[in-house]
């Protein structure tokens, strides 16, 4: 059997509920113990109310308490971790996880108490799992065979921009990539030649002063907008089904590793340009 993820109480928690900071969240007043198959999706991590514990934050895809059907909706847990450890990896997606939680009063948020063994898991979950691990694609068009990151929920693919290989990225809706964003993409290519002169342009007006000033030493030769605009390299672009889209770039060094993120809208142009990470 598989050792268990360590559980971890703050002193300075009166009572399971007080690790949720969300407000008007009202928790029952008996733990449950439920089996539930982990999200693929990203996990994350917050610093507590006090610096002796940190929040793991999780989710199910879909779990049951005992003796009931599997219920196929999501279930946010939340779990108290003890600061300075890796605690993103003791709940890997798609695993089969039994515990001890304590309910929110809508049964769509919980309170991570403790982990228990599961020498038997249901068959329904395993089901579940298995089908949460096979990919999901779709071809479309220009952007070829799109193909589903269950960890952010969104669809990658790739297509030609300004004569170069690019990745692209679509929110997920309804299990497929959004129509919509697809539609704007195809606008936004359909005039790429003019798209592209302007987002070298406000890079330039955004950051090419930031870099001479802030982020060169002072032996070191400014440079011009021509060699600041030809150490950028595209990386990806993400279009939104209301029309805005981002543009990632490397850096090329200019900011010591950090991507410049071009923003704008097809119907307001180009909005900015900022450096990111």
Not at 87 to 101: A, E
Request: glycine residues 6%; negative net charge.
């Amino acid at each position: 059997m598989p050792k268990l993820p360590a559980s971890f109480s703050p002193p300075s928690l009166k009572s399971l509920s007080d690790l949720d900071s969300a407000e008007g969240v009202v928790y029952q007043q008996q733990r449950v113990i439920i089996d539930g198959v982990v999200s693929p999706t990203c996990q994350g991590g917050l610093r507590g109310k006090t610096q002796d514990y940190e929040v793991h934050s999780f989710t199910v895809a879909a779990w049951l308490k005992a003796g009931e059907q599997v219920r196929k909706t999501e279930l946010d847990i939340l779990r108290a971790a003890a600061s300075n450890t890796k605690y993103l990896y003791d709940f890997p997606g798609c695993s089969l996880q039994r515990m001890s939680v304590l309910m929110s009063g809508d049964e769509t948020r919980a309170i991570y108490e403790k982990s228990l063994p599961m020498e038997t898991a249901n068959p329904d979950l395993l089901a579940i799992a298995e089908e949460l691990k096979k990919p999901v694609t779709v071809v479309a068009g220009r952007f070829g065979t799109l193909t589903l990151d269950r960890r952010i929920d969104h669809f990658d693919g790739e297509a030609i921009w300004n004569g170069e290989k690019t990745k692209v990225t679509f929110r997920s809706k309804d299990g497929k990539p959004d129509q919509a964003a697809i539609e704007n993409s195809e606008k936004l290519w359909s005039n790429e030649f003019h798209w592209e002169k302007r987002i070298k342009v406000i890079a330039v007006e955004d950051l090419l002063e930031l870099k001479n000033e802030n982020w060169s030493d002072e032996d070191d030769p400014e440079f011009t907008a021509e060699e600041f605009v030809k150490r950028m390299t595209l990386q990806t672009i993400c279009v939104q089904n209301d029309g805005r889209f981002e543009f990632w770039y490397d850096d090329g060094d200019l900011f010591s590793g950090h991507s410049i993120v071009v923003r704008g809208s097809l119907e307001k142009g180009i909005r900015d340009a900022s450096i990111q990470g």
